[in-house]
């Protein structure tokens, strides 16, 4: 089995500002790892993937994650924090081949300051 | 390329009533998931489907809740009765054969009183 656990509920950083968003996993083989974006009343918008590939992954507006597998983390970064990046943010990981599932972490409410 | 398309947006019942949603997936993906998104949580699986067969239900509280994908394309997922945990939004997603990602529908909010 699969999980995922975001270490922060709530990041509140202010504009122009880094942003780490944290996210550790737990497999039993070696997974694929997504983080995926959801704005108020919007669908989820998928940030990014790893899919066993380069560690470093670049996805969409500028986020970044690293896979580490020897710290099983997936953080999520960003080097300058805009007011239109306020969302909820979660961390998935994918199940096995044949039953690719996603199981979702409980999410990291990232707020944005002037 | 148009998305993944989900009805009714909204549904408000009262508890033991019955209720069904619809998504439509993007055209050409064979696989469909259902997910439940309780406020303040992550969505979780209700059932996967690839093609018109059921690959993953699990999770899915049988007693209560119904799934089909008759001719491969549309699917709807039912309640009956409902409860008033069942309260949440109701996601479809979809993904293509051997894909990893997985494109959402705006989801159906359910509020059931």
């Known amino acids: 089995a699969q999980s995922v656990t975001q270490l922060d509920s709530h990041v509140s950083v202010s504009e122009g500002t880094p942003v780490l968003l944290r996210c550790n996993y737990s497999?039993?083989?070696?997974?694929?790892l997504f983080w995926y974006v959801q704005h108020p009343n919007k669908g989820l918008q998928l940030l990014l993937k790893?899919?066993?590939?380069?560690?470093l992954v670049k996805g969409i507006n500028g986020f970044e994650a690293e896979f580490k597998k020897s710290e099983t983390s997936f953080h999520l970064t960003k080097p300058s924090a805009h007011m239109s990046d306020a969302a909820e943010y979660f961390c998935?990981?994918?199940?096995?081949?044949?039953?690719?599932?996603?199981?979702f972490g409980s999410g990291t409410r990232l707020q944005v300051q002037p | 390329e148009a998305g993944v398309a989900q009805s009714p947006r909204y549904k408000i019942i009262e508890k033991r009533q019955s209720v069904a949603f619809w998504c439509n997936p993007i055209?050409?993906?064979?696989?469909l998931y259902w997910y439940q998104q309780i406020l303040g949580q992550g969505p979780k699986l209700l059932i996967q489907f690839q093609n018109n067969g059921v690959v993953d239900d699990s999770q899915l509280p049988k007693d209560r809740f119904s799934a089909e994908r008759l001719k491969g394309v549309d699917s709807t997922l039912k309640i009956q009765p409902a409860k008033l945990e069942d309260s949440a939004v109701y996601l479809c997603?979809?993904?293509?054969?051997?894909?990893?990602?997985?494109?959402f529908g705006p989801g159906t909010r359910l509020t059931v009183t």
């Open positions: 497999s039993s083989y070696s997974p694929s």
């Open positions: 997603a979809s993904s293509g054969l051997g894909s990893y990602e997985q494109y």
């Open positions: 790893y899919t066993s590939a380069a560690t």
């Open positions: 055209s050409g993906h064979a696989t």
């Open positions: 998935v990981v994918s199940g096995k081949s044949g039953r690719r599932a996603l199981t």
